[in-house]
């Protein structure tokens, strides 16, 4: 069965980067784009970019440009999330997800979500 | 804020139809298709509806989705109890250049 598991949570500083890692199986990694998304407390979904598995080309929403970095190997059937520079406001729980049929987008699995907090 | 706009709550009782309606503007639903995920809190969004009205295989078929124009619709019929969660639409934003995620409805089954 299709799978992504993702990294533990991490408690981190301000200041500091964090990286979660998305470890997929039950399908062809290369043929899929992997989104992240992020969801902070009492919020709705925040889309934050994909990563293609086929190029390993990436897209970033305007508003994460600079702020992260999204990697994958596929060697290990895992993408990654890096998150620079953290604020108190980066605490969120970060989801990542596999576009549908090679498409970026509809999002139809999802990883089980890592909660990043961000605390002096 | 988000450029999809939904009510934040929605109530109905069991066995009643009830629909959450999304409404979007040039750029997004315009020239794409909206899809329509649930989330059950403390756990990660499922993909409900896609391209507009397509059901994932496993989603029961009283949940159905609409678009017309800038606006979209998820109806669910036959309301149940474990209907009650939020729900969100999302689509492709050809002016943020972005996916996009509405602002999010509770569903209260009274």
Known sequence: ??????????????????????????YAFNSHAVSWVRQAPGQGPEW???????????????????????????????????VKNLRWDDTAVYYCARGKNGYTYPLDYWGQGTLVTVSS | QSVLTQPPSVSGTPGQRVAISCSGSNSNFGSNTVNWYQQVPGMAPKLLIYRNDERP???????SGSKSGTSASLA??????????DYYCASWDDSLNSYVFGTGTKVTVL
Not at chain 1, 1 to 26: D, Y
Not at chain 1, 69 to 78: E, G
Not at chain 2, 57 to 63: A, E, I, Q, T
Request: glycine share 12%.
């Open chain 1, 1 to 26: 069965q299709i799978q992504l598991v993702q990294s533990e949570a991490e408690l981190k500083k301000p200041g500091a980067s964090v990286k979660v890692s998305c470890k997929a199986s039950g």
């Open chain 1, 48 to 82: 934050m970019g994909w990563i293609s598995g086929i190029s390993g080309n990436t897209k970033y929403a305007h508003k994460f440009q600079g702020k992260v970095a999204l990697t994958a190997d596929a060697s290990r059937n895992t993408a990654y999330l890096e």
């Open chain 2, 57 to 63: 295989s496993g989603v029961p078929d009283r949940f």
């Open chain 2, 76 to 85: 669910i019929g036959g309301l149940q109890s474990e209907d009650e969660t």
